[in-house]
């Protein structure tokens, strides 16, 4: 059964709106999150990461937010830009060492 | 790709042959990774190695091995391939003295393995 689990295969934003992408997870021992961005034919790269003894981490146009009563976290991009359009994937750790991915959702931000 | 290199990058082969793909790193990083893609699933993790020799398996390690024996290299070899084995296979390597700053390990991924077995 799937830890980490993003609901929405595909999002499809207007340039300049917001994006956001969300996350579940049903470990109560993770306690690191990341997002990664992949672009086709290239390796997934990170994006930004959330603590839980946070709930909010920005960087830039991105911001995570986390709900540990939820356990629910997303992702903001804002304003969204045409060459945010990638997958995106959430991962979650409980050590630190190991991630566990969701099954990522694919952003399309249209002109 | 951050010192991080696959190969090789495509590959057809035919069920029940062996196949070896290789990730060799610059970085000098202890922890290494073999995950898979596949639509739907996401990356699941099938081996790690956090040193030389020493490894472990991940989520979905059954008809896969792996070995470490030197610090650069970290090879995933499919036994017997089979068709349920096509996807995409990145490699990722990550240190204990780079944490984002929530703490946790930011891995750097290869730009991935594309395996296809007919």
């Known amino acids: 059964d799937q830890q980490v689990k993003q609901n929405s295969p595909s999002l499809s934003v207007q340039e300049g709106r917001i994006s956001i992408l969300n996350c579940d997870y049903t470990?109560?021992?993770?306690?690191?999150f990341l997002w990664y961005k992949k672009y086709p034919a290239e390796g997934p790269t990170f994006l930004i990461s959330?603590?839980?003894?946070?709930d909010k981490n920005e960087d830039g146009r991105f911001t995570v937010f986390l709900n540990k009563s939820a356990k629910h976290l997303s992702l903001h991009i804002v304003p969204s830009q045409p060459g945010d359009s990638a997958v995106y994937f959430c991962a979650a750790t409980d050590a630190g060492n190991m991630l566990t991915f969701g099954g990522g959702t694919r952003l399309m931000v249209k002109p | 790709d951050a010192g991080i290199t696959q190969s090789p990058r495509h590959k057809v082969t035919e069920t029940g042959t062996p196949v070896t793909l290789r990730c060799h790193q610059t970085?000098?990083?202890?922890?290494m990774y073999w995950y898979r893609q596949d639509p739907g699933h996401g990356l699941r993790l099938i081996h790690y190695s956090y040193g030389v020799k020493d490894t472990d398996k991940g989520e979905v390690s059954d008809g896969y091995s792996v070995s470490r024996s030197k610090t650069e290299d970290f090879l995933l070899t499919l036994e017997s391939a089979t068709s349920s084995q096509t996807s995409v296979y990145f490699c990722a390597i990550a240190d204990l003295l780079y944490r984002g700053e929530s703490g946790a390990n930011v891995l750097t991924f290869g730009a991935g393995s594309r395996l296809t077995v007919l």
């Open positions: 959330i603590s839980s003894i946070k």
């Open positions: 970085e000098n990083h202890r922890y």
């Open positions: 470990n109560s021992m993770f306690d690191y």
